[in-house]
């Protein structure tokens, strides 16, 4: 598998507050993984952020190398775009990152959707936080450690 899209959201309950990330990676014929994972205490932003970086390692894990990524976060679209500086402390090491498992893709593009057009993600960082737990398929854990019971 070489071409996917990959939808992420993340959401804080208060800011911060009880947070959840998610993501939902596609390849075009089918979903190929999926999930969605309590943080804690986190504000938007960083799930935003969480949410990036854990959906970038599942699409690695499965072999893709070309990415095309849908958030519903301006802020962090156009910070990876580099019309935003990254400001805050906080964010600073999850941009870098998502900086470097961006230069693992062969094609990497970000675009800005509206909301209404990540229901998907947006319901499974939602299931997390009611559950404040780990939901979905995903192919790895966070850190890319491979998830038990998966075929990769």
Not at 104 to 112: D, Y
Request: hydrophobic fraction near 40%; charged fraction near 25%; aromatic fraction near 6%.
């Amino acid at each position: 598998m070489s071409r996917a899209t990959l939808k992420t959201d993340g959401g804080a309950r208060g800011n911060p507050g009880p947070a959840g990330a998610a993501f939902v990676l596609d390849d075009g014929s089918g979903q190929i993984a999926c999930g969605g994972r309590f943080l804690g205490e986190a504000t938007n932003n960083v799930a935003e952020y969480e949410a990036l970086v854990w959906g970038l390692e599942n699409a690695l894990a499965a072999g893709v190398d070309q990415i095309l990524v849908l958030m519903d976060s301006e802020l962090i679209v156009k910070q990876l775009l580099g019309v935003y500086k990254v400001k805050n402390a906080g964010l600073k090491p999850l941009f870098v990152r998502v900086m470097e498992l961006r230069r693992e893709f062969s094609a990497f593009e970000v675009r800005h959707v509206r909301r209404e057009e990540n229901t998907h993600a947006d319901a499974l960082a939602n299931e997390a936080m009611d559950s404040r737990a780990d939901v979905g398929d995903p192919v790895c854990g966070p850190g890319g450690s491979a998830q038990q019971g998966s075929l990769f």
